[in-house]
């Protein structure tokens, strides 16, 4: 047992208080705990400062999705009925599409459509489409080369699954694919995914796995670049891949 005599209470300048136990003083230790300077140094300033920026470009981007998508919403409802009605008129089957996709965090949602396929499109399992896919219906076709059959997606921004501009979002089974080939693509799932994106305007639809690795790199690089200046860019670049017609 430790007997009195052998703890004494010190008294040193600037009034801090230590403890000698048997004799051992403790104010080594506890100097150095205070005073360790580790060897990889963190700069907690430049840490705090680069997280109070994401927060805000979050935060931006978000009040941006839900006012582009509120917008789109009402003064597009009219365009929404007649692609209902063609929809409905021209092919069997429902008029929306809903599949679950993966978005942020890797949480799984459904995402909304209008159908553009046959209601037994993926009978045999999951596939990507491709040009002159069969399994496509005439309206269909039109409306994926100019995207229409995606606006319903802005109800899906509005709940808050998706942002306007993100990482296209995929299927689970593909994902996993694509991590086999590039773990990278992961990091994709710091963000909301979007309805439109730098890989998609940039490279297009991916017909292959490798494909869908390849226009990842233009989606990792969008981490970098996230803002409404670059946003706005992708968006304008979308309309005019849309007035031309140019997608799958």
Same mark, same amino acid.
């Given at each position: 047992?430790?007997?009195?005599? *052998?703890?004494?209470?010190?008294?040193?300048?600037?009034?801090?208080?230590?403890?000698?136990?048997g004799g051992v003083s403790l104010q080594g230790s506890i100097d150095d705990f205070f005073t360790y300077q580790p060897a990889f140094r963190v700069n907690l300033q430049s840490i705090k400062k680069r997280i109070l920026v994401h927060q805000e470009t979050v935060f931006i981007k978000r009040v941006f999705d839900v006012v582009f998508s509120s917008l789109v919403i009402v003064a597009g409802l009219p365009v929404f009925l007649v692609l209902m009605l063609i929809t409905k008129l021209t092919s069997r089957g429902p008029v929306f599409y809903k599949q679950e996709r993966i978005g942020k965090e890797g949480r799984p949602f459904f995402i909304y459509k209008f159908r553009s396929m046959r209601p037994d499109?993926?009978?045999?399992?999951? *596939?990507?489409?491709?040009?002159h896919d069969p399994r496509v219906t005439k309206w269909g076709r039109f409306m994926r080369r100019t995207h229409l059959d995606e606006l319903p997606q802005f109800w899906n921004v509005l709940k808050g699954d998706m942002a306007v501009v993100g990482p296209r979002p995929e299927r689970e089974y593909f994902i996993n694919e694509i991590t086999k080939r590039t773990p990278a693509y992961r990091e994709l799932f710091r963000i909301k995914p979007g309805i439109t994106s730098i890989g998609q305007v940039t490279y297009g639809y991916a017909e292959t796995v490798d494909q869908m690795c390849d226009r990842m790199a233009f989606d990792l690089e969008y981490l970098s670049k996230m803002g409404l200046r670059a946003d706005l860019n992708i968006i304008f670049q979308t309309v005019k891949v849309m007035t031309q017609g140019k997608g799958q």
């Open positions: 047992m430790i007997r009195e005599e *052998q703890i004494q209470k010190i008294t040193y300048p600037g009034d801090n208080n230590m403890l000698l136990h499109a993926e009978k045999n399992g999951p *596939q990507l489409a491709s040009d």
